[in-house]
Every structure is written in structure tokens, then in C-alpha cells.
């Protein structure tokens, strides 16, 4: 069994440092069964590649599992050849530092993305999935899949796998990249050759931080990865629902302007932005309204007071909010609840529901995706779907230092994965409006600091055609 990884990053010798693995030299790891290479085929400035070769003892494997000893099968098979949950222990065990965001001599390469391809010469995926399955686990973290399919020879016995030979590229930090194959390589193979416990639950976890909650393929991945027990993954499922949970308010705009007295006391932020989008899309005379990542839905509440908005929908990747949107829609009057339609998706998907509509609002929904993914969302939004009119808002970083319970350089809420200067949202915003025909205003959200701007940031996107 063989994995290795390669970057052309300059210098791309610094993938060694990240790894804790010289490329001068060959390493060796003892395992419960088997042992660990790892070696570079190739190290320069202007391209490295490190190897991960695994040879599996059949016995040592059947003997850390009591119950295949006896049977032929368990002694012959594919587990020495293919990707599976060896390889995931393998990458735990030879580089855990580089998992764990550790690198003490070069600290800054650990959130550093570069372009990275890690090859995969034989996985085995269920026969019915194939490679459907390995592009829905795969694409949404921003990977370029590349599977090509390994003949059996057809006087063998049929096999309930398909192998497939597997290369998958990103822009990504090595951490996020070893995450990914550690917990979606078992999921792919759908088996683990060790006991499935409660310590599982914990290790997705602390393997899915940052990436998995968001995954719109969380369920499918959870219930694999925990090889369908159905008490364990509904508890990984609820701790992972509550990290897309919205907040009623981003903590640092909780806070009401503290230089205001009770009488004159603005209305907060979250409740600005509401207004101007609502006053926004009336003015345009939108009719049928799209409110992406809709969350718990406040702006949904105030769209249906007003009866030009005769098509309101909803669409949220947490089956948590929404179900908590569909018992508040049931409360609603008869005139406004035949109205609103909910939607499960996600943003980074084309959906044949999201065609047909006059306007799409996203608010502060766009620094809750990876950097990675923001070409789908885009793709998604502005090019599949395409509503006549667009209204995105995100934070405004440079604002960031005015909030004083904010410590400096840290994001205003946890999930956030990002946060834009006004130059940053602004060059996005153009790039994205000529690539998609549409026309774009920048506008400040919130009250304006002579410095810093104002708190949020709206971007208006108007069909140019």
C-alpha cells in the first residue's frame, strides 16, 4: 500500500519541514501491523514528493483481531494493497505533527496553502458508488479529481469492491489535506479493521474540525466513518449541527454602540443589515426571493411582513436550523406561511431549485466557507442559478480592532474561516461580477469610522444583460 504526496510550491522542499521528515533521508515505523516508509523520490525547489509505503502483515493484522482468526479470508485479501483504514492509522502514527498543525522550526508554512496532489494507486470503493462517490466526498473541499478504474481479472471470483487508481488535487495546507484522506479514505472503503467505539466519535471530531460540519455530505461521511452505528453517529451528528448552529448575533455585534445613551440607542447591527436588504430588494421590485444559508431565519421573518415578496424561500445546510424553521412555520399565519418553501442544499452545488428567481440574499454566510470553495459557491450562485439580482453582505475586517472585547488579529466568531479588508471584498466582488455579467456596488453596513470603514460590508450584484 503506497500514498504519496507532492506540491510544487516555492520552495517545494519545504513540504519536509512541514511533514518533520528529511528529504535526505529514508524513516521507518513499527506498527501493530506492519511497517511504515517514508522516503522522497524526488526533492528540489522546484518539486518534492514524499512517499508513505505501508507493508501490512497479514498475521500481525488478524491477530489484533480475534475474531477473523481461523478464517483463510481474513489472512488473504486486499487489505495489504489498498487504501483503507491502515492507511489512515499509518498517517496518524508517521505524521502526527504535521496533522496536528505543529511545525516549531517553520511555524508560518503550517497555515500556508500551497498546490498539492496526493496519489492514491489503488482504492477500494463499494461497486455501486464509484467514482460518484469519491467526487462527492472529494470536490466539496476544493479537490480536482482524477480516478481511473482497475480492471479484476474476470476469472476471479466478483468482488463487492470496485478499485479505483485515485489522484486528487488542491490548494490547501498540508494539515487540512492529511485530515481530509484520514477520515475520507475509510469512509470511501467503508470498513475499519479495529473496534468501533465511543474514542471514534472524538478522533472524527478532532479529524473533521473546520471542514466537516460544512460538508454537504456530513450525514453520509459520519455514518460511514463510524461503519453505520447508529448511537455513535447520531451523537458525532448533534455535536457536529451545533458547529453550523447559527448565532442570533456575531458576538462582538451583540453590543449595541456603546457610546449611545438608552434614548437614542441604534438598532444593532444585525438589525441594520435586515433593513437595508429588505429596502434593497423592494425597491428593485423583487418578487420572488431566494435568502441563501438562511440560518434561523430572521431575515425570512421580516421578508414575509411585506406582500410584494410573493416567493420566499429559504435554503440551509444545517438539518438542525431547518428543522427548527419548520416548527416556526407552522406557527405562522395561513397568508404567510403558503408563502415560504425550505429548502436542505448547499451553496457549493447546482440545484435546478435555485433557477427562476428575482434576487438571492446572502448574509454573512460568505466567510463561513473555506477559501477553497468560494469558486463553486460562485460557479453556483452567480452562474447556475443567476437571480437578477444578488445582495451580499460579510464583515469588514479592518473595523475589527474598533470592538473592544475583540482580541487583536482573532476573527469575529469561530466558524469564520475568513474576513475581508473593503480592497479585498471589493476585488472579489469585481472579479465576480465580470466573470458572471453583472453590474457591482460596494456599500458600507453599519455606522462608518473615518478609518476603518463601517462594521459590515454590502456588495449589490444587478444582471448587466
Request: glycine share 6%; charged share 20%; hydrophobic share 40%.
Amino acid at each position: 500500500m503506497v500514498m504519496t504526496l507532492s506540491t510544487t510550491h516555492t520552495p517545494a522542499t519545504d513540504l519536509g519541514f512541514i511533514l518533520h521528515k528529511h528529504p535526505d533521508r529514508v524513516q521507518q515505523f513499527e506498527l501493530p501491523f506492519g511497517t511504515a516508509h517514508v522516503f522522497y523520490p524526488a526533492a528540489s525547489p522546484e518539486y518534492c514528493r514524499v512517499a508513505l509505503l505501508l507493508e501490512v502483515d497479514p498475521v500481525a493484522l488478524v491477530r489484533g483481531n480475534p475474531g477473523g482468526q481461523g478464517m483463510l479470508s481474513q489472512y488473504v485479501n486486499d487489505r495489504p494493497y489498498v487504501a483503507s483504514s491502515l492507511l489512515s492509522v499509518a498517517l496518524g502514527a508517521v505524521f502526527s505533527s504535521a496533522i496536528a498543525g505543529v511545525c516549531n522550526k517553520r511555524p508560518e508554512l503550517v497555515e500556508q496553502r500551497m498546490p498539492l496532489t496526493v496519489e492514491l494507486p489503488v482504492v477500494a470503493v463499494r461497486a455501486k458508488a464509484g467514482l460518484g462517490l469519491v467526487q462527492r466526498l472529494f470536490e466539496p473541499l476544493g479537490y480536482s479529481v482524477e480516478a481511473t478504474p482497475i480492471e479484476l481479472d474476470p476469472s476471479q471470483t466478483a468482488s463487492h469492491h470496485a478499485y479505483l487508481s485515485l489522484k486528487l488535487s488542491a490548494n490547501l495546507t498540508v494539515k487540512q489535506l492529511l485530515t481530509h484522506i484520514y477520515v475520507l479514505i475509510p469512509v470511501l472503503d467503508n470498513s475499519k479493521h479495529y473496534w468501533i467505539g465511543q474514542d471514534e466519535v472524538s478522533k472524527l471530531l478532532r479529524k473533521g474540525d473546520g471542514w466537516l460540519a460544512q460538508h454537504p455530505e456530513c450525514e453520509l461521511i459520519t455514518m460511514r466513518y463510524l461503519c453505520y452505528q447508529k448511537s455513535l453517529a447520531n451523537t458525532a451528528l448533534e455535536q457536529l449541527l451545533q458547529a453550523t448552529a447559527p448565532e442570533t448575533v456575531e458576538q462582538t455585534e451583540a453590543v449595541d454602540d456603546e457610546t449611545a445613551t438608552p434614548e437614542v440607542r441604534q438598532p444593532s447591527l444585525h438589525t441594520q443589515r435586515h433593513t437595508v436588504i429588505v429596502q434593497r430588494l423592494k425597491a428593485a421590485g423583487a418578487q420572488r426571493i431566494l435568502d441563501l444559508g438562511c440560518g434561523e431565519g430572521k431575515l425570512l421573518r421580516e421578508l414575509l411582513k411585506d406582500a410584494q415578496f410573493s416567493t420566499v424561500v429559504g435554503m440551509e445546510l444545517s438539518t438542525r436550523s431547518l428543522a427548527i424553521l419548520q416548527q416556526r412555520a407552522e406557527r405562522l399565519p395561513a397568508h404567510q406561511r403558503q408563502r415560504l418553501s425550505l429548502l436542505h442544499g448547499s451553496l457549493l452545488y447546482r440545484d435546478q431549485r435555485l433557477k427562476g428567481f428575482d434576487a438571492a440574499a446572502i448574509v454573512e454566510v460568505l466567510e463561513h466557507l473555506e477559501l477553497g470553495h468560494l469558486a463553486s459557491f460562485e460557479q453556483t450562485v452567480f452562474g447556475f442559478a443567476h437571480p437578477k439580482l444578488v445582495l451580499v453582505t460579510t464583515p469588514n475586517r479592518e473595523y475589527n480592532q474598533l470592538f473592544p472585547s475583540l482580541p487583536t488579529d482573532q476573527l469575529r466568531h469561530s466558524d469564520h474561516r475568513f474576513e475581508w479588508t473593503r480592497a479585498e471584498f471589493a476585488a472579489w466582488a469585481e472579479r465576480v461580477a465580470a466573470s458572471y455579467n453583472y453590474r457591482v456596488t460596494i456599500e458600507p453596513l453599519g455606522p462608518e469610522d473615518a478609518n476603518h470603514g463601517a462594521p459590515s460590508q454590502l456588495g449589490v450584484f444587478e444582471d448587466a444583460s
